[in-house]
């Protein structure tokens, strides 16, 4: 069951730290459980979080507000490149889905940067530049690092996510492909990052459970061990598909509740949730390296 692989995650990562992020964000999980907290679906090329060259290899900047380039990293995502332990997400119209990215160090209340997913309703067309985050459809917007989004807001390495609904003028039967385009612009030059991925457009899939944000984020923060890749148990639990009809799912804007203040630290570990599964088949977590800023790349 997913509960299992998440203790068994959660003991893998108490033998060591969490593999953090360097600089700047991408998208860990295009569809993500906050229920059960594991992942559903990844970006393209997506290497996973125990992969040491994570932040050098997926990192993908616009630097000083572009009017031209490739809108998806030309060495990771210019391809659906999905492998069997990172897959595509599956999902139907109307679906209310979570995504995750990584705050590192970028928390702002007062004035949150935004992230925009960008898609275009026919699934013959990809995106090719930056140019046109100006011309595609919006699919949902949502704010990057707050209290209201993030785990440990306290936590330069916390997990945040958002949710947003997969347009309903999607047809079943074929793939998608959407950016996640965050305007980070703390920069007065400009600055931005894409992430790239596809969902497979289904009329059934598996339906994450919608819940109020400030519920989600009461739980203890995942600590990325959430994206070490697709297991049995959870190809058994996607096989669980629920067909929403012409309804559906409540996004969490519909609840109003507030989110709640910064985190203390995760409730500690039991020794029975430790010892339930045999870390051995988990990935090894890498060392936490200190975040930096985020600065433009220099040309």
Same mark, same amino acid.
């Not at 040491?52 to 995502?77: A, H, R, V, W």
């Not at 917007?141 to 347009?167: E, H, I, K, L, R």
């Given at each position: ?22 600089a ?24 996973g ?36 332990l ?22 702002n ?13 026919d ?5 090719? #530049?930056?140019? $046109?985050?100006?011309?595609?459809? =919006? ?6 690092? @707050?209290? /209201?989004? *993030? ?52 009329e ?27 297991t049995?148990?959870?190809?058994k ?33 039991s020794?029975? #949730?430790?010892? $339930?599964?045999?870390?051995?088949? =988990? ?6 390296? @200190?975040? /930096?800023? *985020? ?5």
């Amino acid at each position: 069951m997913l509960h299992n692989f998440v203790k068994t995650t959660v003991a893998a990562l108490a033998m060591g730290s969490a593999s953090t992020v360097l600089a700047h964000s991408w998208v860990d999980s295009t569809k993500y459980d906050p229920v059960n907290q594991v992942s559903l679906g990844y970006p393209r090329g997506y290497p996973g979080r125990s992969n040491p060259d994570i932040n050098t290899e997926y990192t993908y900047l616009f630097s000083g507000s572009p009017k031209s380039q490739p809108m998806c990293n030309p060495k990771q995502q210019a391809n659906m490149n999905y492998s069997p332990l990172f897959p595509m997400a599956t999902v139907q119209p109307g679906e209310t889905v979570y995504t995750t990215w990584e705050q590192n160090g970028h928390l702002n209340n007062a004035n949150p940067t935004k992230i925009d997913i960008l898609y275009y309703p026919d699934p013959n067309k990809q995106f090719a #530049d930056v140019s $046109e985050r100006n011309t595609a459809m =919006v699919a949902g917007t949502m704010d990057f690092a @707050t209290n /209201a989004t *993030c785990y440990s807001p306290g936590n330069p390495n916390s997990v945040c996510f958002g949710s947003w609904t997969v347009p309903k003028d999607l047809k079943p039967g074929n793939v998608y492909h959407f950016v996640w385009f965050w305007y980070f612009n703390q920069n007065p030059a400009g600055e931005w990052y894409s992430t790239c991925f596809d969902l497979d457009v289904q009329e059934s899939s598996h339906v994450v459970e919608v819940k109020p944000m400030a519920e989600l984020l009461a739980m203890a923060d995942p600590d990325l061990n959430y994206a070490l890749g697709m297991t049995d148990s959870i190809k058994k639990e996607l096989a669980e598909v629920t067909n929403l009809g012409e309804g559906a799912q409540p996004d969490e804007s519909s609840y109003s509740s507030e989110a709640p203040a910064e985190s203390s630290e995760p409730p500690a570990m039991s020794s029975s #949730d430790a010892a $339930e599964q045999p870390i051995s088949s =988990v990935p090894a977590p890498l060392p936490a390296p @200190t975040p /930096a800023k *985020c600065r433009p790349r220099p040309h």
